[in-house]
């Protein structure tokens, strides 16, 4: 809508009612494209793609931050003014309770609370900072509902990823399974189409046991996240835990 604003846009073809089918006329139907031509090539950027909002989630926003933290890239990306914005949409939907849900009505899951207490700290929030003590907040939700080690499969890779927790931990994602041919039933080439963008990065990441540069936040993060010293936990006896709340 903010194209349409930008462009001073309005619509100077007429909408076409049509009551019967019999109305229809090559007439109408050349006069509804042309409206709709009009409107679609409104709403397109100058590079030529449709941009559109993808918000709700509270699982998308933090692996960007992750990669570009990773890639160290932060401070090229995102000025002062974009972390502040970043910070204040992060507040503004933490659950009473410290954490944050599935998406931005849920109840609060390890998943998504984890990694938006990871995105404000690398976003410069200190252990106890943030608005109304959101970091506090959220690491006590987090160590109340077992710690890190209870979050389910793709928080365990993330954290991998990020050198927070252990790739032993995590269960297996052979890149190798991408070979299997389509007439598989189990062929992942066959799977949903979100899940299947999803574990094939996901696998080579495995497949190389990819791990950041483990930075001095990287090592406050492993004595915030856990209940018990990190080199103490146990790795393979926690690859299929998962927090009550899943449950």
């Not at 109840?107 to 900072?129: A, K, Q, V, W």
């Not at 608005?131 to 890779?157: F, L, M, Q, Y």
């Not at 930075?215 to 998962?242: F, G």
């Amino acid at each position: 809508m903010d194209f349409l604003r930008e462009k001073n846009f309005k619509q100077t073809i007429p909408r076409e009612i049509v009551v019967e089918e019999n109305e229809i006329s090559y007439g109408i139907v050349t006069n509804t494209l042309k409206r709709s031509v009009r409107y679609w090539a409104a709403l397109q950027a100058s590079d030529g793609h449709w941009p559109s909002a993808n918000n709700g989630c509270h699982y998308f926003m933090p692996p960007i931050i992750m990669c570009l933290y990773i890639t160290g890239h932060l401070d090229t990306f995102f000025l002062a003014e974009d972390r502040k914005e970043i910070l204040r949409y992060i507040y503004y939907h933490q659950n009473e309770d410290g954490g944050w849900g599935f998406h931005i009505e849920g109840h609060s899951i390890m998943f998504c609370t984890t990694l938006n207490y990871i995105c404000m700290r690398m976003l410069g929030e200190g252990p106890d900072g943030g608005h109304e003590n959101a970091c506090s907040r959220a690491r006590k939700w987090i160590i109340d509902h077992g710690s890190v080690t209870a979050i389910p499969s793709w928080g365990k890779t993330w954290l991998s990823i990020l050198g927070l927790y252990e790739w032993s931990g995590s269960n297996p994602m052979p890149p190798e399974f991408w070979l299997l041919p389509s007439f598989l039933p189990f062929s992942p080439g066959n799977i949903w189409c979100y899940c299947r963008m999803v574990y094939m990065p996901m696998s080579y990441l495995y497949g190389k046991r990819f791990i950041g540069p483990i930075t001095p936040l990287i090592l406050q993060l492993r004595k915030e996240l856990y209940s018990i010293p990190y080199h103490e936990v146990k790795w393979t006896k926690v690859r299929h835990a998962c927090a009550k709340v899943y449950i």
